[in-house]
């Protein structure tokens, strides 16, 4: 019998949780604890950037934008910054954005799939070709509220953003639509139904110069692809359409066969780079209990606890844990977030728990901040609507009231902590009744994932 990859996932989770093997034992992508020395290493960096305050902000000298690979001198100038990250200058490089012994004219390039740890800065690498490269850089991106967020700090930097989506009023969609055709973008954040289905914009599109293609959160190609957003399945068309010369899949969580499935569905060849990193992340600590609301308070009122997400299975747990530890923690009540909610009421939680700063207060907390009193807000519990491209880098807990459906749903979720590199720590709670109640709901969705032989049969008498 054919088992789906969903149905895959479900097993190994199955598998890993049966066994009674902790999370940090059953795959070592998921980082180890942190040792007392590197504790005490981290201790050490919190309290120089304390002492010395903000970051010194170096002067930005503007480019002239070109087809032609710039040298890492002048992209530093232009991003004010003193080096990039090893994968960063690969990437680019292999994309002919940036000059190398390798790459040195603009036809020496390549399409690269990037496979790099949550918060390890893969925007970046769009954020610089959008700067360097002449026309209008293209992001396909899963979500809204991470377009938000992206062209809000892109904007920030002196690129020209825009995102195009559903949401927008005609007007803004409008405004859009005209300051592309006009040249006044340097980067556009859409859909892939957006640019699957919008006629308008692919015809603007074709009369422009699109230098590069990026795919934002790309593993969204192989779990959402094959049924949930078609849309994902046509990007290669429509890339051919629209002559795009570059094409960049990033994502922070991808397996070998998800990997391949990426490549297969963006028509990459065999030519295209792979550049993969290990996902292990050192400066999370992660543990395992019971599955309580005692137990997830307990967590929670932990020193250095806050700002923590809280992971649940259903709006009803969000709703029911939310209300309990606005009880239990003082200082104010936790955040939810789940497809319940309005629009508006999701955006003004996610704004909320964004301004939060590490000790959970809007101005920070004392010193070796969070714990019970950490103040309202500083606690955010989710579904897993919540979470993709939120950039938040001091989260110091995350905590799973009951498994995600995937290892690879785990990792992403967990990554969310710490992503400014100091410890945080990611919990895993597991009801006492067995692993078989905690993944009773997954279980539903696996083997109702698609319908039985039986009832494609009646459907197929009925339409005859």
Request: proline share 5%.
């Amino acid at each position: 019998m054919m088992v789906s990859r969903r149905g895959q996932a479900f097993q190994g989770l199955v598998s890993s949780l049966w066994c009674g093997c902790s999370m940090a034992m059953s795959t070592e992508a998921f980082a180890s604890g942190v040792t007392p020395k590197m504790a005490a290493h981290y201790a050490q960096l919190k309290k120089q950037k304390e002492m010395q305050g903000p970051a010194e902000q170096m002067d930005t000298v503007q480019l002239q934008k070109r087809n032609s690979p710039v040298s890492e001198e002048e992209l530093c100038g232009r991003f004010g910054v003193r080096e990039l990250r090893p994968f960063q200058r690969d990437v680019l490089q292999q994309l002919g954005v940036l000059g190398s012994t390798d790459a040195t004219g603009p036809d020496a390039r390549s399409d690269v799939l990037c496979v790099q740890p949550t918060g390890a800065g893969k925007s970046v690498c769009f954020q610089a070709a959008a700067a360097v490269l002449e026309g209008c850089t293209l992001i396909v991106s899963p979500l809204l509220s991470l377009m938000f967020d992206q062209v809000e700090s892109m904007s920030e930097s002196g690129i020209r953003a825009a995102t195009l989506n559903s949401m927008q009023s005609t007007a803004e969609r409008e405004e859009v639509m005209r300051s592309l055709a006009a040249g006044e973008l340097d980067l556009l954040y859409t859909s892939p139904e957006q640019l699957d289905k919008n006629q308008k914009l692919i015809a603007t599109l074709a009369k422009l110069s699109v230098p590069l293609l990026a795919i934002d959160e790309a593993h969204c190609i192989s779990s959402w692809g094959h049924d949930f957003r078609p849309s994902y399945r046509r990007i290669a068309s429509l890339r051919e359409v629209l002559g795009i010369p570059r094409l960049v899949a990033l994502t922070a969580s991808a397996p070998p066969h998800v990997r391949d499935d990426i490549a297969l569905q963006l028509n990459m060849g065999e030519a295209h780079v792979r550049l993969v990193a290990s996902c292990r992340r050192p400066n999370i600590e992660l543990s395992r209990g019971r599955k309580t609301l005692g137990a997830l308070a307990d967590v929670l009122s932990l020193p250095g606890a806050l700002p923590a997400l809280v992971y649940a299975q259903t709006r009803k747990d969000v709703d029911l844990i939310a209300d309990e530890l606005t009880n239990v923690l003082g200082g104010g009540a936790a955040l939810r977030y789940h497809a319940g909610m309005t629009p508006a009421e999701r955006a003004e939680a996610q704004r909320a728990f964004l301004g939060m700063q590490d000790g959970g207060g809007e101005e920070g907390g004392e010193e070796g901040g969070g714990g019970a009193g950490g103040g309202g807000g500083a606690v955010m519990v989710a579904t897993n609507a919540f979470g993709m491209g939120i950039d938040k880098a001091d989260i110091r807990s995350v905590v799973h009231y009951g498994p995600p459906g995937s290892l690879e749903a785990l990792y992403q979720e967990l990554g969310r902590g710490g992503r400014d590199g100091l410890p945080s720590k990611a919990s895993l709670l597991l009801s006492d009744k067995g692993v078989g109640t905690d993944l009773a709901i997954h279980r539903f969705f696996v083997f109702n994932e698609h319908p039985t032989s039986s009832e494609v049969h009646r459907v197929w008498r009925a339409v005859q």
